[in-house]
């Protein structure tokens, strides 16, 4: 049936998107396209071509490429009926594909090719433009295609040039006062850092010199979540300041549109810049001031900033000469205030006692703890934001007393932001928790030897309500005599049984003996994670008795790997991915692949300490990032 998946996804009386009841007759090739911008869970673009009656639908993460040098990546999804080729408004949250759609262009297309392996088109489109080809590369868990520019487009598409790689930074020259005559532009210096933003397909990526002649990543600040979203598709690389508080002035556009603009002129560079969607509530582009004199200067000065950079309206983005005598900095007259008095921190946390040895067994320091949550902040910091936070600390390091701290309000900084949630059962009615969302905040976290961040399966929304569950955990406990062997191969059977209901999830250690399946999820009733994950622990003990059990009590967990479903409540919370352990040893949750649960066949092969961890970064990136980018799944409906 072509529209069966379709309809059995769809419930009629919550979404407004089209539902016929019955199937098309028409086959053959079609004519018609649109592209679709899905502001779901995650964002994206739906490509759908008309074929055999119905619009055959891929999913493509970051967009159209460009130009032929990029490949995307583009899922097929269920066929979807005609009447979606103009559909645009809001499907209800909870709903499968939750969120915002609009038409981001239509048009008609020539098939070239279409077959199980390859799919050729010339797009007729306002702004899809071309030939490009989708070549089929299943992955065994997804349908999965390469989408790509075709390099030979003829005289009328021409390709766009895709986002330079050699890109840096313009070094100004320090100038003790504005220089003299016309055409100069100058902007104000916020006193933050100054970064290269790369926004590619709708996702963000922030670096900057990292002072020794190198360049590192920077987290980007969760305010800035949706800042890659807000640019749409298509690749840009700007020229911006990030302040200390995690807001993002925007002063250059390096390429845009797929032109490279280095060697523009900086007045026509600015055009380009306020052409674009850069107003929103923590970025927003840098004012520039024609020919401004020293009375800007004396305005920086009287509100404490640090300086103001002039630039020649006619001047290139020129960094083969350094310093470029185009590009003049000129500091205020008063210095500025220092931000700390601490010599190690990050931002406004300082750490105290930085040589206290909070790991005696490895030596591992306060400071190595810091350095351990500043080397993962850019991955880990997303999967924590808006969840309220409960620490665990060790004052006087592991193997001495700890304590659970939900409640900060009689010490956390003002710049930490709280929350007051319910605690049902607790000391209090509510509580005042962290809401970790900045690099400072983990660093304030490190230095109250807070070793384990905790948090729960569902985020708070704009004045702090409870939103529902976004998550749902399997948390593979083993038992005495067991280990996470034998987790590792319960996880291959709970995945089977995931797969029956078109499920998927991803997995990461404990950072203990244990391993967690995580699923992205969206749900209406906040019980609704729960039952299923309750279900599923069920169905699992049932076939596996002897290996699996989904009852707590620890009698009849010896030899077996508890299914501890009851990490799904809302009152409860689980170890955070990238967060320390009060082990021995500086254990980390750690996300892991299916390859490597596969081949576990010791417990030492999915042991990882904070050591480990960068590696693992640079090899893998953040394995548990379709968590935050992939569409949320609908849980199938009890029975």
Not at 72 to 88: G, K, Q, S, V
Request: proline share 9%; net charge negative.
């Amino acid at each position: 049936m072509p529209l069966e998946d379709y309809r059995r996804k769809r419930d009629p009386q919550r979404t407004p998107e089209p539902i016929p009841e019955t199937d098309p007759e028409a086959s053959g090739a079609g004519e018609r396209f649109v592209i679709q911008e899905h502001h779901a869970t995650a964002l994206h673009w739906d490509l759908r071509l008309e074929r055999d009656g119905v619009l055959a639908s891929w999913a493509v993460p970051k967009g159209l490429p460009t130009d032929p040098s990029t490949v995307r990546m583009a899922i097929r999804t269920e066929d979807h009926p005609m009447e979606y080729l103009d559909f645009a408004g809001d499907i209800p949250s909870g709903e499968y594909g939750g969120g915002h759609m609009s038409v981001w262009d239509s048009g008609r297309y020539e098939t070239e090719k279409w077959n199980d392996r390859e799919v050729a088109v010339v797009l007729h489109g306002e702004r899809a433009q071309g030939r490009f080809v989708l070549l089929h590369r299943p992955d065994g868990k997804r349908d999965t295609w390469l989408l790509r520019r075709a390099k030979d487009q003829g005289d009328d598409s021409p390709s766009g040039e895709p986002l330079p790689h050699d890109a840096a930074l313009v070094e100004p020259t320090p100038a003790d006062a504005l220089p003299d005559g016309p055409g100069w532009w100058i902007r104000v210096r916020f006193g933050g850092r100054r970064v290269l933003v790369r926004s590619d397909g709708g996702r963000a990526t922030l670096t900057g010199p990292d002072g020794a002649g190198g360049w590192q990543d920077i987290a980007l600040p969760p305010q800035l979540r949706r800042f890659g979203p807000s640019l749409g598709a298509g690749g840009h690389l700007l020229d911006a300041e990030l302040t200390t508080g995690g807001d993002l002035w925007i002063s250059d556009v390096l390429h845009t549109g797929g032109e490279d603009l280095r060697d523009r002129p900086l007045r026509e560079r600015r055009e380009r810049l306020d052409a674009l969607p850069l107003d929103g509530p923590h970025w927003k582009v840098a004012p520039v001031y024609p020919d401004a004199g020293p009375e800007l200067l004396d305005a920086v000065t009287a509100q404490g900033l640090p300086s103001v950079v002039a630039v020649r309206e006619d001047s290139a983005y020129r960094t083969d000469v350094v310093p470029d005598p185009d590009w003049v900095e000129v500091p205020a007259a008063a210095p500025r205030r220092p931000a700390g008095t601490g010599p190690l921190g990050a931002g406004r946390a300082r750490l105290t006692n930085p040589d206290k040895v909070l790991y005696p067994r490895t030596g591992t320091t306060k400071t190595d703890v810091l350095a351990h949550y500043l080397a993962v902040a850019e991955v880990m910091l997303p999967h924590i934001a808006d969840r309220p936070l409960t620490m665990v600390r060790w004052p006087d390091g592991v193997g001495k007393p700890s304590f659970f701290e939900k409640n900060v309000a009689r010490h956390a900084p003002d710049w930490v932001r709280t929350a007051r949630v319910g605690t049902p059962g607790g000391r209090s009615e509510t509580a005042d928790f962290p809401v970790i969302d900045s690099v400072e905040g983990l660093a304030w976290a490190a230095n109250l030897a807070a070793l384990e961040l905790h948090v729960p399966q569902w985020r708070l929304g704009p004045r702090d309500g409870r939103h529902p569950p976004d998550l749902v955990v399997f948390d593979l406990d083993p038992g005495e005599g067991t280990s996470i062997v034998e987790c590792c191969r319960v996880a291959e059977w709970l995945d089977d049984v995931l797969a029956e209901h078109d499920l998927e999830a991803w997995p990461r250690t404990s950072g203990g003996k244990g391993l967690q399946l995580y699923i992205p999820v969206g749900v209406t009733r906040a019980e609704q994670t729960s039952e299923f994950a309750h279900d599923v622990a069920d169905r699992l003990a049932t076939d596996h008795p002897r290996e699996v059990v989904s009852v707590m009590a620890k009698a009849r967990r010896t030899g077996r790997v508890f299914v501890d479903w009851s990490q799904n409540n809302t009152a409860k919370t689980t170890i955070a991915s990238y967060s320390l352990r009060g082990r021995e040893r500086p254990t980390v949750a750690t996300p892991v692949t299916w390859d490597e649960v596969r081949a576990c066949h010791a417990a030492e092969d999915l042991r990882f300490v904070a050591d480990d961890i960068p590696a693992r970064l640079d090899r893998h990136g953040d394995l548990m990032a379709p968590l935050l980018d992939t569409e949320r799944f609908r849980l199938p409906r009890r029975t």
